[in-house]
């Protein structure tokens, strides 16, 4: 995992990977932290009354979870450095399993390079599904 | 039924919101953060901020009471049982940091019908109490119709 300095970035490179296993609990957590308490996210009963496959993670739980590696690697080099945008589209639930969970994996690669920084890509999967699309990260580089 | 004559209303600024230190690690924690920045106040400080450092998605909670004003809007008819998020992005001057108070103020820039849903997009500019920038929150919400 290379620094995030310009001149040694290339477009293409991966800056960062990771899998986080979500689980209820992780909702619940969710839930409690952002205030966010909408019942899809931990009745089964209510999911099933409105049409879902089942009890979904709050999309602003993957958007949140999914810069957090992005973060990480920022700090290795500019421990001050901070987001400057970040943008997501929901394209696909994720589903949580009461029993096994669910697994996000995670893959930032460098999408874009200019003066002001770079634009990270994200890639966020669960079995190899695209579950937000669109996510961009905008980072300043240490000049 | 979404009014098509919401797009370009600005909703009151919303009460204060002050950060707090354990809501911001709270919040940090439920998104599987390690950075040090948003755990711990002598890093964060190390950094040169005043405090823990937010998340970059701590801006939604801000966001989520001024996104209460358009729920509770019996004009834009916007119902929350049909909402899905669609789109969501922040934009920021700075990061948020525990101590901030802040204040939210939405305006609606569109609304779209596709088929028989719409599509809400607001945006949420997040001021601390001078009135100077901090982040930017928008928001594309797809509101079901009836099936």
Known sequence: ?143 | MVNPELAGRTYPPTAPYLVGRETVRAFARAVQSTDPLSLDVDAARAAGYADVVAPPTFPIVIQQTTLEQLLADEDAGVDFARVVHGDQRFTFSRPIVAGDELVGTMTVTSVKTLGGNAMVTSESVITDLDGAHVVTATSALVVRGDA
Not at chain 1, 32 to 43: K, L, M, Q, T, V
Not at chain 1, 49 to 58: D, I, Q, R, S, T
Not at chain 1, 69 to 92: G, K
Not at chain 1, 117 to 134: P, S, Y
């Open chain 1, 1 to 143: 995992m290379s620094a995030p300095e310009a001149g040694r970035l290339a477009v293409g490179e991966i800056v960062a990977e990771r899998e986080l296993h979500v689980t209820r609990d992780t909702l619940v957590r969710y839930a409690g932290a952002s205030g966010d308490f909408n019942p899809i996210h931990y009745r089964d009963d209510v999911a099933a009354a409105v049409g879902l496959p089942g009890v979904l993670a709050h999309g602003m739980l993957t958007m949140g979870a999914a810069v957090q590696p992005v973060v990480d690697w920022l700090r290795a080099a500019d421990p001050s450095a901070t987001v400057a945008d970040y943008q997501v589209r929901f394209t696909r639930p994720v589903v949580v399993d009461p029993e096994l969970g669910a697994t996000v994996r995670i893959v930032a690669k460098v999408g874009a390079l200019d003066e002001s920084g770079a634009r990270i890509d994200l890639a966020v999967t669960v079995d190899g599904a695209a579950v937000l699309g669109k996510a961009q990260v905008r980072v300043p580089l240490p000049a």
